[in-house]
């Protein structure tokens, strides 16, 4: 059974301090590993796909990264813009996955000014 | 923004009762999903379609049934609910197995 655990479960930080959020899973073969942000009352938001272990992608403030056990969500001098929930889901490489994806629970971070 | 609307977005009903959630895509996407969201359980995944009339359980599926009678529309179907299935039901899309999905805004369903 594919697992996906989340930490830390909420995260405050100051506007301009630097961290870490972290994606561990177990996965019967990795097809990909994704990251979203979900604010209050909206679906989640599409951020990162990594597909193999040494991978890294970035978008403004955020970097991810991938080994073969986790996956990192770094943010980089965060503004309170940057809070939200960030979830992160795996997608099986096995037989006909059809996409199916499983998620963790999520980290919620707040930034304050 | 992908093009995928749910509806409706609230719904406030009575136990026993049938629900139909709908979910409207128009990106002309094979895949299609029905998640629902609770605290502490995160999204997890109720049934999915990987093209019309075909359609398959996911983990969380007792209690509710899909239908897919054309590309765009995909159907989740309380036949009688139960305050345990109170949650945010969204509907995701994919064009392809290794390919984001993308979500609707939610669908929040109060059984009371």
């Known amino acids: 059974e594919d697992q996906v655990t989340q930490s830390p479960e909420a995260l405050r930080l100051q506007e301009g301090e630097s961290s870490s959020l972290n994606c561990s899973y177990t996965?019967?073969?990795?097809?990909?590993l994704f990251w979203y942000r979900q604010d209050p009352g909206k679906g989640p938001e599409f951020l990162f796909t990594?597909?193999?272990a040494g991978e890294e992608k970035e978008k403004e403030r955020l970097k991810a990264t991938l080994t073969k056990k986790e996956s990192f969500l770094h943010i980089t001098a965060p503004k309170p813009e940057d809070s939200a929930t960030y979830l992160c889901?795996?997608?099986?490489?096995?037989?006909?996955?059809?996409?199916?994806?499983?998620f963790g629970q999520g980290t919620i971070l707040t930034v304050h000014p | 923004d992908a093009g995928i609307t749910q509806s409706p977005r609230h719904k406030v009903t009575e136990t026993g009762t049938p629900v139909t959630l709908r979910c409207h895509q128009t990106?002309?996407?094979?895949?299609m999903y029905w998640y629902r969201q609770d605290p502490g359980h995160g999204l997890r995944l109720i049934h999915y379609?990987?093209?019309?009339?075909?359609?398959d359980k996911g983990e969380v599926s007792d209690g509710y049934s899909v239908s897919r009678s054309k590309t765009e529309d995909f159907l989740l179907t309380l036949e009688s609910a139960t305050s345990s299935q109170t949650s945010v039901y969204f509907c995701?899309?994919?064009?392809?197995?290794?390919?984001?999905?993308?979500f609707g805004q939610g669908t929040r369903l109060t059984v009371v």
């Open positions: 990106e002309n996407h094979r895949y």
């Open positions: 995701a899309i994919t064009p392809g197995t290794g390919a984001e999905a993308f």
């Open positions: 379609s990987y093209g019309v009339k075909d359609t």
């Open positions: 996965v019967s073969g990795l097809r990909g």
């Open positions: 889901a795996v997608q099986a490489e096995v037989g006909t996955s059809y996409g199916k994806l499983t």
């Open positions: 990594l597909y193999s």
